[in-house]
C-alpha cells in the first residue's frame, strides 16, 4: 500500500485488510515523504499487529513505493491496494480459492465504485471467465471483463516479482498489467464485487 498524506483513510484500509478472513497475511506500507499524521497512524497499527511492516521512501510517486513493496514482499502471491480502498473481508480468501480452483495465475474480482451518494457494481453482467494472458489484455484494452487496476487481483508472486511498475504519473496499473499478461500468465475473473 502505498501511502501519501493518507491520515483520513488509511485507518479505514487497514481495518479492512487486518479483518480478512484469510488472515495470513503481510501488510505492506510504504509511506511516501507523508506530511501528514499518515505516518503515526500506521506506526501505532504495526506496534499491536505483527503483519504490518512500515517502509519509507523520500520521492513521491506510486510507482516507486509499489516497487519497493514488491522487493520488501516474501509471500507466495502478492495483492496491491492504495490508501484509500477498503475490501470486504472475504476478499483475499475469495482470490485466492478462485486462484486455486482455476489453476491460474491471477485472480481477479469486481469492485465497487463508491461515491458520497450511494455505490455502483462496476460490471454486473458479466459471469466468471478463465482468461490467457492475450485474451485477458484484450479485455483490458476493450474495457470488457478485465477492470485496468492491479488492485483488485492476486498474483502468483513468480508472475509479478520481476516486473517494476514504470516511473509514470498516468496509467502505470495498465503498463504494469500489460507486462504481467505479455508472459500469458491464466488469469481467472470472478464477477462478485469485493
Not at 101 to 109: E, L, P, R
Request: some cysteine.
Amino acid at each position: 500500500i502505498p501511502m501519501y498524506n493518507a491520515a483520513a483513510c488509511i485507518g479505514k484500509c487497514l481495518d479492512s485488510l487486518q479483518k480478512q478472513t484469510y488472515n495470513n497475511l503481510e501488510i505492506i506500507l510504504i509511506n511516501n515523504a507523508s506530511t501528514d499524521n499518515t505516518l503515526n497512524i500506521v506506526n501505532q497499527a504495526a506496534k499491536k499487529d505483527s503483519r504490518i511492516k512500515v517502509y519509507h521512501i523520500d520521492k513521491k510517486g506510486v510507482s516507486l513505493a509499489r516497487n519497493l513493496g514488491l522487493e520488501k514482499a516474501s509471500g507466495r502471491y502478492i495483492g496491491f491496494m492504495d490508501a484509500d480502498d477498503f475490501i470486504k473481508p472475504d476478499m483475499y480468501e475469495y482470490l485466492f480459492k478462485l486462484m486455486q480452483a482455476a489453476g491460474a495465475d491471477i485472480s481477479a474480482c469486481n469492485i465497487f465504485y463508491m461515491n458520497k451518494k450511494n455505490s455502483k457494481i462496476y460490471n454486473n453482467k458479466a459471469k466468471n471467465k478463465l482468461l490467457s494472458g492475450f485474451e485477458a489484455l484484450k479485455e483490458c484494452l476493450e474495457n470488457q471483463a478485465v477492470f485496468v487496476s492491479v488492485w483488485n487481483k492476486l498474483y502468483k508472486s513468480e508472475v509479478v516479482k520481476n516486473i517494476t511498475f514504470p516511473l509514470l504519473s498516468m496509467s502505470e496499473d495498465f503498463q504494469f498489467l500489460y507486462d504481467v499478461f505479455k508472459k500469458d500468465s491464466r488469469m481467472i475473473c470472478g464477477f462478485e464485487p469485493k
